[in-house]
């Protein structure tokens, strides 16, 4: 059974950095695009940055420059490095996988979440 599980989270000030992880088994890790969502509040989940099975990566506009992805196959984690962290960065950051894209609605296996708050 697939099983993503996060971890990292946590609440910084603004300008601070984290780095999630998320610890995949149970799927054929390195053939899938896997990904990173986040949903604030009162909004819909959006895609923040995506990486292929050959390392190809893709962001959102608002993290470029800011955040890394990046993946351990010998591990079967993914990674998402946050820094210069903006208050409008805070919202429950999702692993994800099996989809394409930074479309969301393409994936079929998701973790838990964990909190990722910045103050100002």
């Known amino acids: 059974q697939a099983q993503l599980v996060e971890s990292g989270g946590g609440s910084v000030q603004a300008g601070g950095s984290l780095r999630l992880s998320c610890a995949a088994s149970g799927l054929t890790y390195n053939s899938r695009c896997m990904g990173w969502f986040r949903q604030a509040p009162g909004r819909e989940r959006e895609g923040v940055a995506t990486?292929?099975?050959?390392?190809?990566?893709s962001y959102a506009d608002s993290v470029k420059g800011r955040f890394t992805i990046s993946k351990d196959n010998d591990k079967n984690t993914l990674y998402l490095r946050m820094n210069s962290l903006k208050p409008e960065d805070t919202a429950m950051y999702y692993c994800?996988?099996?989809?394409?894209?930074?479309?969301?609605?393409?994936?079929?296996?998701w973790g838990q979440g964990t909190q990722v708050t910045v103050s100002s």
């Open positions: 994800a996988t099996g989809g394409f894209g930074l479309d969301s609605k393409t994936y079929n296996y």
């Open positions: 990486i292929e099975s050959d390392g190809t990566a």
